[in-house]
């Protein structure tokens, strides 16, 4: 079995049960939402200390939050499990994650004017897998970085994911 590149207790500060995981995440979607429509003037730019401009960081978050929320719907399913590959994430030579290949987003990332609808789509969905929300014993998939995680700490993930994306562009947007 493949060893994951980090220890899956750190997601636990995203909530102890089903019900604080739902609350972190629906306020990491509302944070980041928010932030995002303050940067309307920069959304093209890609910023100091980043690869990617606030257009291509919400692209991005929502191919993650999109496939995840699929991924979290079948763990919290009774359909079958099938066997994925255990390939480990990449990360850069100072430590930080690498964003796999289907995350990345284009060369343009999310138009402006596509912001709210899409992001509105993609909150919804992934709040109405959410509703069910439980641990899933013996029912996991594979993170390239943290390893085989159950729908409770996939979303757990994504709320994680979330902060951190809206931290660095908060902090991107400090003079």
């Keep these: 079995m493949t060893r994951p590149l980090m220890d899956p207790a750190a997601l636990a500060p995203m909530g102890a049960t ?3 995981v739902r609350a972190r995440l629906e306020r990491e979607l509302d944070l980041f939402q928010a932030h995002l429509r303050t940067r309307q003037g920069d959304w093209t730019r890609t910023q100091p200390g980043r ?3 606030p257009a291509q960081e919400a692209e991005h978050v929502l191919k993650i939050n999109d496939s995840i929320a699929r991924g979290v719907g079948l763990l919290l399913s009774e359909r079958e499990l099938r ?3 255990q390939t480990p994430g990449e990360l850069t030579p100072d430590g930080r994650r690498v964003a796999p290949p289907h995350t990345r ?3 343009t990332g ?3 004017a596509d912001l709210d609808g899409s992001w509105t789509q993609s909150r919804a969905g992934f709040l109405n897998v959410a509703a069910g929300l439980r641990a899933t014993p013996g029912r996991t998939l ?3 970085f943290f390893g085989e ?3 409770l700490d996939w979303t757990r993930m994504v709320a994680a994911h979330l902060y951190q994306h809206r931290k660095a562009l908060e902090r ?3 003079p």
């Design 149 to 151: 995680l159950d729908a």
């Design 83 to 85: 066997p994925t590959p």
């Design 172 to 174: 991107s947007a400090q």
């Design 105 to 107: 987003p284009s060369e």
């Design 142 to 144: 594979w993170h390239p």
């Design 51 to 53: 690869d990617w401009s």
């Design 18 to 20: 089903p019900e604080d």
């Design 110 to 112: 999310l138009a402006w």
